[in-house]
């Protein structure tokens, strides 16, 4: 019975990886493989920088059975922030990345003392934020584009690591992503052989053998093809070492921590969290300011990129964020969740826009597609649980 519940569980979760596949098989397809270029995995990973960010965070507001409107408009706001002390002010630019920071943890703790102290809703209280963050935006830039900005700064969201490129083929080949390659392949399958080794010693369930082998090899295929490619052009995109290091310090956050344990917790119950010794004020509190210093993140990479500070930035990136924690198996009551679905899910939402915009789609059918996807996506998350009961 347990070896049954376990596999169901874990088919799950490799839905969303084979999804993933499949939506860009499609794709590549429907494009006459456009999106299978180096050149735009690159841009894949550079676009989709932001959203990574900002799902990573938003996964902890939607674990506490709830989700943040404002951080489209943090990511507005603090992005203009960096831009003026940089283009008006003519400050270095670790001041203006301090200063969006700043920005950043003073909007945050704002929405969480609201949310925490005085009980307002957060569904309320972050709606407020993002018109306020959005009004501010536009006040403080005076509805004008600050730019260019400087190239250090424009290298967080547009630069490359170092390189060592060999001739290969019509081309190059960049061997740092070929070994950043090698060196994940290996992590996947030790840690894979260490969880198999702990449900042991522990007499736990364990998967079947072929279906530990055929994720494995779906992730390495995974991990090999978008490092191949990026070895083929340029090399490794430096806003993927922030999403690295991100992604694996939220991991452990979550997983191997007693903070991480207190947000599933009050996610699951509320009631009971308190009763266990849990101050369910304080997690909500640093939840949403942890949301803040991520927004404010996410806007210096945005104006990074473009190489300026624009009134419209972050204009529904809330929605890309909520999207992709659903999509990415989050449960809408809360309590359930992880951040490697958080970012699979962000990773589906930038392959819909990128292929639907390869394709020609308008943004008003992106918008319908991408709707369609998350009613999907809630509405299995809510039939399954529905039948568990």
């Known amino acids: 019975m347990n070896n ?3 596999v169901n569980l874990d088919m799950k979760q490799y839905g969303m990886f084979l999804a993933l596949i499949a939506i860009y098989l499609i794709f590549a397809i429907m494009t ?10 690159n841009n894949l990973i550079m676009q989709n920088g932001y959203v990574v960010i900002l799902a990573v965070g938003m996964l902890l507001c939607v674990l506490t059975g709830n989700v943040d409107l404002g951080v489209g408009s ?11 002390v940089m283009v008006d002010y003519k400050m270095n630019m670790w001041v203006a990345i301090i200063a969006a920071l700043v920005i950043g943890v003073i909007i945050g703790m704002f929405a969480g003392f609201f949310i925490a102290y005085l009980g307002i809703p957060p569904f309320v209280v972050t709606l407020a934020t993002m018109l306020m963050g959005r009004g501010l935006t536009y006040t403080v830039l005076q509805a004008q584009t600050k730019g260019p900005l400087p190239e250090n700064f424009v290298f967080i969201g547009a630069g490359f690591l170092p390189t060592i490129k060999v001739p290969f083929g019509d081309g190059t080949l960049d061997l740092v992503s070929i070994i ?18 702990t449900k042991k010693k522990y007499n736990f369930a364990t998967n079947p053998m072929w279906q530990i082998a055929v994720k494995e090899a779906v992730m390495l295929v995974i991990v090999w093809f978008f490092f191949y490619k990026l070895a083929r052009y340029n090399g490794l995109p430096f806003v993927l070492l922030i999403m690295a290091l ?16 207190q947000i599933y917790a009050l996610g699951g119950n509320r009631k009971a969290a308190n009763l266990s010794g849990i101050d369910t004020k304080k997690v909500f509190f640093w939840v949403y300011t942890n949301m803040g210093i991520l927004s404010a993140l996410a806007g210096i990479v945005l104006s990074a990129r473009n190489a300026s500070s624009t009134p419209k930035a972050g204009d529904g990136f809330e929605m890309d964020a909520i999207a992709s924690c659903y999509i990415g198996g989050a449960a809408v009551a809360g309590g359930a969740g992880t951040i490697t679905g958080a970012v699979v899910g962000a990773f589906i939402m930038g392959i819909l826009n990128n292929g639907m915009s390869l394709y020609g789609w308008s943004t008003d059918i992106q918008k319908i597609v991408k709707g369609a996807v998350l009613l999907g996506a809630v509405t299995v998350d809510v039939i399954s649980k529905n039948k568990k009961g």
Do not use: C, H, Q
């Open 4 to 6: 049954k519940k376990e």
């Open 32 to 41: 006459g493989g456009k999106n299978l270029s180096p050149a735009n995995i």
């Open 74 to 84: 943090v990511v507005a706001v603090t992005g203009a922030a960096a831009g003026i």
């Open 180 to 197: 950043v390659a090698a060196v994940v392949s290996v992590v996947l399958i030790l840690s894979e052989m260490k969880n198999i080794a």
């Open 246 to 261: 991100l992604v694996g310090t939220y991991a452990f956050i979550t997983s191997k921590t007693v903070a991480g344990r």
